[in-house]
Every structure is written in C-alpha cells, then in structure tokens.
C-alpha cells in the first residue's frame, strides 16, 4: 500500500514550457486535491475534485488545469509555466463520508518541488 | 470565507520542556473540524491530531494535546516532554463538516525549534 504518490519529486522548467504533474492513490479515495506551498503562506488549494470525471477551482486555480479521467489519479497541467509557479506541489486524498470514520482526513503525497527559470 | 490564523512564525522550545503554538480562525459554521499538520525537512505532511468542532472534550494524542475554545475559536496545539523530533514546521488546518467537499483552509504555519 504505498498510499499517495507523485511525480516526478523535482523538475525545472523554463518559462513558457509546459508540464504534467501526476498524483497517484491506491487507497479507493473518492476526493483528491492539489495545493501549493509557499514561504510564508502556508498550503492553498488550486482545483480537487469529489470523484472520478469531476473537477472543481480552489483558491487559485489560474494557470493550471486537470484532470481526473480515473479514480485513483488525479494530474495537474501547466500550459505555460511561468517564475510566479515556482513553488512546492503537493497532492492529498480523501475518502468520501460514509465509508471511513477518517472521512475528513487528508493523507498527502510527498511533494513536488518546481522551479521555473 | 474562512480564515486560520497562526501568528506565531518561529518558536523555540527546550528539550523535554512544554511548548504550546496558537491557532485562531474564523467561521460562521457550527460544524467543522480542525486540524494540526506537521512537516519535518522530509516535507512529507503528518497529521498530528484532529478535532470535532461538536466534541467538547478536547483531543490527545500521547505528547500533543489541544485546547479548543469554540466560542474564542481559538485551537491551541500543547506538545509536552518535546523532544528533538519534534522541530518541523506545524500548520494548523480547518475544514467545513457541510460543504461536501472536506477542502481543508490551512494557516501560514509556525516553525519550531527544539533545543538541546
């Protein structure tokens, strides 16, 4: 059971070039999320998503996209990488309720550090 | 909207002594759940201890404990006996328990130290 995983850990970009970011779970949770960490600011939600084919914006959800073909993956896009997106990534899941008493407990990947020159 | 607030960016603490970091939010909701995170140099996030805003008896878990005052909102995080592993970042988190989508709202986080 290797719970929740991403890729790649680390990747440089340049401005302008595009990237996947994949997130993986084998614990059958229903919700997934993706946020961003930076100095100072603690962790913000960019887009999750309740289930498989659905997806929602966060808090600051410019700039990315994703996606969520399959229940246990969930990717993050950037199109145009900008510096403004250097930052820590990390993924979370979550059960939905009724099937755990942790419903509402988020069990994070181990992040993703992207620079963009 | 809701906010956490954690106004204490660094703090140090001694070896096997008490350390308590703050934590205050803001919410109209009655029912919610708050949460501390801990994130060593490994970045990994480790959750730490959890609160039902409809529990009054506050949560622990062995060396942490919380103290959460609903009516002052506030939700403080008591590491006893600290020890060197400790010393990590700690973010404290809030999320809705009606929204559905269990999005968590985090606080900039507090650094601690522990010194030996």
């Known amino acids: 059971n290797a719970g929740v995983t991403q890729t790649p850990k680390f990747r440089v970009l340049k401005t302008g070039q595009s990237m996947t970011l994949l997130c993986a779970q084998d614990?059958?949770?229903?919700?997934m999320y993706w946020y961003r960490q930076d100095p100072g600011m603690g962790l913000r939600l960019i887009h999750y998503?309740?289930?498989?084919?659905?997806?929602a914006k966060g808090e600051v959800p410019d700039g990315y996209n994703v996606s969520r073909l399959k229940k246990q993956n969930f990717l993050l896009g950037l199109e145009s990488a900008a510096p403004s997106q250097t930052s820590v990534y990390f993924c979370?899941?979550?059960?939905?309720?009724?099937?755990?008493?942790?419903?509402?407990?988020?069990?994070f990947g181990p992040g993703t550090r992207l620079t963009v020159l | 909207a809701q906010t956490v607030t954690q106004s204490q960016p660094e703090m140090s603490v001694q070896e096997a002594e008490t350390v308590t970091l703050s934590c205050t939010y803001d919410?109209?909701?009655?029912?919610?759940?708050l949460f501390w995170y801990k994130q060593p140099p490994s970045r990994q996030m480790i959750l730490v201890i959890r609160?039902?805003?409809?529990?009054?008896q506050n949560a622990t878990e062995n060396r942490f404990s919380v103290n959460f005052q609903k009516a002052a909102k506030s939700f403080s995080l008591k590491i006893s006996d600290s020890q060197l592993g400790d010393a990590a970042m700690y973010f404290c988190?809030?999320?809705?328990?009606?929204?559905?989508?269990?999005?968590?709202?985090f606080g900039t986080g507090t650094r601690l130290k522990v010194l030996a």
């Open positions: 919410t109209s909701e009655s029912d919610y759940y």
């Open positions: 988190a809030y999320s809705s328990a009606g929204s559905g989508t269990y999005k968590y709202i």
């Open positions: 979370a899941s979550s059960p939905s309720p009724g099937t755990s008493f942790r419903y509402n407990e988020q069990f």
């Open positions: 609160q039902e805003a409809y529990k009054q």
């Open positions: 614990m059958n949770h229903e919700y």
């Open positions: 998503s309740v289930g498989e084919g659905t997806t």
